[in-house]
């Protein structure tokens, strides 16, 4: 997860961690204005978020680059994801209905292909807050991952990296 490198990057640059989080990402808590959130809501590009958060960064004195930053969550995120993917490909096996919410980039299209399977053949739904235009944790996303799947909140489990995102999810019962 960036929230657990983003601690290694900020070490290296000898920055609290809170504030490059705050500067680089926003309040993961919210779904903001913060140009990351508005990124992920796919209001602005990739490029327009850079250069907001490079000045936001600029006004620290700190050099907030998001592309060298996804570079480093990237090599991070590529060991932990094996385990995850072989679990959800056991639960599908067992019968278990399996959806995503995801918080995602409309430039990074290329994440779906990034699976040893195809997506749909495991997930029947993809909420894409890029796509819909709402992140967690605002909880219309969930509602639609719900509605899609036709299961009530009570039947569901929802598994996330971040506490907020996970409190959302139990806030609607899940």
Known sequence: ??????????????VDVGL???????DYRIDGPHPWHRLERGEI?????RC???????K???????????????????????????????WKRRGYRIG???????????????FPFVLEDVFEVVADSSCLGVRKPNR????YALQQL???????LFLDDYPANVAAANALGI
């Open 140 to 143: 219309q996303i969930f509602d």
């Open 45 to 49: 590009t990739l490029d327009e978020a």
């Open 52 to 58: 907001l958060i490079l000045l936001e960064g600029e």
């Open 20 to 26: 490059l989080q705050q500067i680089t990402f926003g």
């Open 100 to 114: 995503m919410v995801t918080n995602n980039i409309r430039e990074f299209t290329s994440w779906k292909t990034a």
């Open 60 to 90: 620290h004195k700190l050099k907030t680059d998001i592309y060298e930053m996804l570079a480093r969550f990237a090599a991070v995120e590529r060991g932990i994801r094996g385990p995850l993917v072989d679990k959800t490909l056991e």
């Open 150 to 156: 036709q299961l009530p909140p009570a039947e569901v």
């Open 1 to 14: 997860s960036r929230f657990a490198a983003i601690a290694d990057v900020a070490a290296e640059m000898g």
